[in-house]
């Protein structure tokens, strides 16, 4: 009778602990839900953001931005900018092109590939007391580009491995060793190409292109198309008049035939006899 009040015993205290695992791992599972649940939404997270990050790294960035700004403040503003890039004063940079046009219609552009964290200080340095007109952001997606040039450079760079192994062997014959070694030129010169083409495609990831465009405002733009027109009265009075004398000349012959022909036409008429 002991042995078999111990042995229930035994299996009441087994059953409670069975029950309270199950309650307990009933409760993390509906409370704390990151045993189970939150982990895979977690790794879902982490990978979209991963995506994210991907799709970013192959992107090449071009901004333009117009500055408007009183015409005499142009040709400094720009060369103040240029400056700044040579300087490297917001990292890396390099000006890519400078323009100034001076005259009744003043404007200036500069073209630079800058750093990204130095596109929006070079900005504001350009457009500092002036007035930023317009603004444009364009990119350009590299990935299959870069996708497809580390392929190419991959395969090169076997068939550049295979090359060299055959030229170890000295059973080769002349003619065979000299058409491997174009064969090893021309490969060698492929890689350099794609490598090259590689190397550009990285420049424009890791930098931006920016293009800032100087201009006057448009009074100051319509006052200077006047004053142009004004100066220009003389030119333009002269080659009116030059047409209008070339126009005559070309004329003058055609109203000389209708001058006879219709004094022709007079004559015959007079000569001809009235009817009674």
């Not at 552009?109 to 900005?123: D, T």
């Not at 392929?151 to 068939?159: K, P, T």
């Not at 490969?187 to 495609?201: M, N, P, S, V």
């Amino acid at each position: 009778m002991t042995q078999a009040i111990m042995r229930w015993a035994g299996a009441g205290v087994v059953a409670l602990a069975l029950a309270g695992c199950s309650e307990k791992a009933a409760q993390e599972h509906a409370v704390g839900g990151s045993g189970f649940a939150a982990a895979p939404a977690t790794d879902a997270a982490a990978r979209a953001g991963n995506a994210a990050d991907d799709m970013r790294a192959m992107l090449a960035y071009e901004h333009n931005a117009g500055i408007v700004l009183s015409a005499d403040e142009i040709a400094p503003r720009m060369q103040a900018a240029k400056v700044a890039c040579e300087d490297g004063r917001f990292g890396a940079c390099v000006v890519l092109d400078a323009r100034v046009q001076s005259g009744d219609r003043p404007s200036a552009s500069l073209g630079m590939r800058i750093v990204p964290a130095g596109v929006e200080p070079m900005i504001a340095l350009a457009g500092q007391d002036a007035r930023v007109g317009s603004r444009s952001t364009h990119a350009e997606d590299l990935a299959v580009q870069v996708r497809d040039n580390a392929l190419v450079q991959e395969r090169l760079r076997n068939e550049l491995a295979r090359l060299q192994e055959f030229q170890q062997r000295r059973d080769l014959a002349v003619a065979d060793m000299i058409a491997l070694s174009q064969q090893l030129a021309e490969t060698q010169a492929q890689l350099d190409a794609a490598e090259r083409e590689g190397a550009q495609h990285r420049r424009r990831i890791d930098t931006q292109k920016l293009t800032l465009d100087f201009r006057a405002p448009a009074g100051e733009s319509g006052r200077s198309e006047i004053g142009e027109a004004l100066r220009d009265f003389t030119g333009t009075l002269s080659v009116g008049a030059a047409w209008t004398i070339r126009a005559l000349a070309f004329l003058l012959p055609l109203a000389v035939v209708v001058w006879i022909v219709v004094a022709l036409v007079r004559r015959v008429r007079r000569r001809r006899p009235r009817a009674t």
